[in-house]
């Protein structure tokens, strides 16, 4: 029951991450929405969504570091 409230609030994140139009909260809703899904994407142990999520994970850091010029263009 724990694990599908916190998938339920990652989907939420990642939504208001969709909705936002301020860059650095998009990032983080992503980062924070993606990692809580990984864990119950862990749970349900479908592997298919638990590399959906790291890849998804993987692309909203590195958003964020592009966006933060500590990766360059």
Do not use: C, H, W
Request: charge should be positive; aromatic fraction near 12%.
């Amino acid at each position: 029951m724990v694990l599908e409230i916190i998938g339920a609030i990652g989907l939420l994140l990642i939504t208001a991450g969709v909705l936002t139009k301020n860059r650095d909260q998009q990032n983080f809703f992503f980062i924070l929405g993606g990692i809580l899904l990984t864990m119950y994407s862990v749970y349900i142990k479908d592997p298919i969504f638990i590399i959906l999520q790291v890849v998804f994970i993987v692309a909203a850091i590195y958003g964020f570091l592009k966006a933060k010029n500590i990766i360059e263009n």
